[in-house]
């Protein structure tokens, strides 16, 4: 896994290079490696050369790996980048930092209840289906704004942000435009778009997050 490393830093120089290009200020976007699929001792080396942030699509393949190494590295912090079940809202305000993908009012509903429960509340992203997919997560980017409002109001959710994954046919950019200006019209100052392919582009458009898993850890 030294070649993740080596990966990594590259990943690394990009996001640099990407904030400087666009008039960003140094540090302004955040990396989440992506380590679905990946196992404990794959990522420990990543962790072990500073990454701190991580993505999972799972909630039970997560539950299987990072307590452990949160107990080695206190510091860690995790994002849930998958759709969320309604089933597994606890198990999941229970381990990660930040649930990324709200997109509908059972998930809100259930977020809200269990973060009462629990005592905890993770950083909330709604998901917007910028594509319009009918095989993909995320709320109708049409609703996206009335959305917000709901969760805030209706659910006592606070939402920090908006994530996408635009179509993988498709130029991105118009997506990471529509993502930013419904941001905008929401009221939230978070935006997580891009992923290995194009994390660049993501941050000329505002990405404040960006999501990279084979461009760090290779492919299965």
């Not at 849930?80 to 509903?109: C, H, M, W, Y």
Request: hydrophobic share 45%; proline share 5%; glycine share 8%.
């Amino acid at each position: 896994m030294n070649d993740a490393v080596s990966r990594l830093d590259a990943v690394r120089n990009n996001i640099a290079a990407a904030e400087k290009e666009a008039g960003r200020e140094s540090g302004s976007v955040t990396l989440v490696a992506v380590s679905k699929t990946f196992a404990a001792d794959e990522i420990r080396p990543v962790i072990q050369a500073g990454q701190r942030v991580f993505g999972e699509n799972r909630v039970q393949e997560a539950q299987g790996k990072w307590p452990p190494l949160r107990d080695e590295f206190p510091d860690l912090e995790l994002h849930l980048i998958g759709p969320l079940q309604s089933n597994k809202a606890k198990e999941a305000v229970a381990l990660f930092d930040v649930i990324e993908t709200v997109d509908r009012e059972k998930i809100a509903a259930e977020l809200a209840k269990e973060i009462a429960r629990l005592g905890k509340a993770p950083r909330l992203y709604v998901q917007v289906n910028t594509g319009l997919e009918a095989q993909k997560a995320g709320i109708d980017p049409r609703e996206a704004v009335a959305f917000v409002a709901r969760c805030r109001e209706v659910h006592g959710l606070a939402i920090e942000g908006l994530m996408a994954i635009p179509p993988f046919d498709q130029n991105p950019g118009p997506h990471f435009a529509l993502l930013e200006k419904l941001a905008r019209e929401a009221g939230v100052q978070k935006l997580s778009m891009g992923m290995s392919g194009d994390y660049e582009t993501a941050i000329a458009f505002g990405a404040t997050s960006v999501r990279v898993g084979s461009a760090i850890f290779g492919t299965r």
